[in-house]
């Protein structure tokens, strides 16, 4: 079945540490989509992709850093400079922005 | 500067009842909206998505309608089930600047047996 599959599942990160949450689709969707998600608040789009190679930042980068260079994957890295990166997180993608968007089942990342 | 606002943040029917969950928007100017819905502990699933031009959009028991000179759009759930309990997304896509979406915080739906 196609998909989006986000792994780990839950991911603890010590003080200085860089983690690195996966997202992998086999949808052949163009478009990718990190979103971090905390308790009783909406989705904040952290990074998007809308092509191979090319990404933009989203209203909460910092801290963040992603990478396509395969168009069926689309890694998110929270680095030492996210303060507060305890959230849950989930990648989404579609075909272009007037489909709907499909998403992973999320990352729930937490500070030991 | 776009925002979503879902109203109740939590709502809880009987079995069977028709109801009603509403999205309010602050810029008219929107390319799409979707709804989802989120189960607890996992990722979001797309119910319907209503581009600017449609005024409403089906799928078996659930109906969106979308009026942007007013700011909102409502999701009408038939006879609902216990298995309709989860949270209730509604998002817009901005008909500038790119690919965003703004996500409302969502409507928590119980339904009981």
């Known amino acids: 079945d196609g998909g989006i599959t986000q792994s780990p599942k839950y991911l603890f990160r010590k003080e200085g540490q860089n983690v690195t949450l996966s997202c992998e689709q086999n949808?052949?969707?163009?478009?990718m989509y990190w979103y971090r998600q905390d308790p009783g608040q909406g989705l904040r789009l952290i990074y998007y992709?809308?092509?191979?190679?090319?990404?933009q930042k989203g209203d909460i980068a910092e801290g963040y850093s992603v990478s396509r260079e395969k168009k069926e994957s689309f890694p998110l890295t929270v680095t030492s400079a996210q303060k507060n990166p305890t959230a849950f997180y989930l990648c989404?993608?579609?075909?272009?922005?007037?489909?709907?968007?499909?998403f992973g089942d999320g990352t729930r990342l937490s500070i030991l | 500067k776009q925002e979503v606002t879902q109203i109740p943040a939590a709502l809880s029917v009987p079995e069977g009842e028709n109801l009603v969950l509403n999205c309010s928007f602050t810029?008219?100017?929107?390319?799409?909206l979707q709804w989802f819905r989120q189960d607890p502990g996992k990722g979001l699933t797309s119910l319907l998505l209503?581009?600017?031009?449609?005024r409403e959009q089906t799928s078996g028991r659930l109906n969106a309608s979308l009026d942007k000179s007013s700011g909102r759009s409502t999701l009408y759930i038939a006879a609902s089930q216990p298995g309709d309990s989860a949270t209730y997304l509604c998002?817009?896509?901005?008909?500038?600047?790119?690919?965003?979406?703004?996500f409302g915080a969502g409507t928590r739906l119980f339904v009981k047996a």
């Open positions: 989404a993608s579609n075909w272009d922005s007037s489909q709907p968007q499909h």
């Open positions: 949808l052949n969707h163009d478009a």
């Open positions: 992709s809308q092509i191979v190679n090319d990404f």
């Open positions: 810029d008219s100017a929107i390319y799409n």
């Open positions: 209503i581009q600017s031009s449609q």
């Open positions: 998002a817009v896509r901005r008909d500038t600047g790119g690919f965003k979406t703004i």
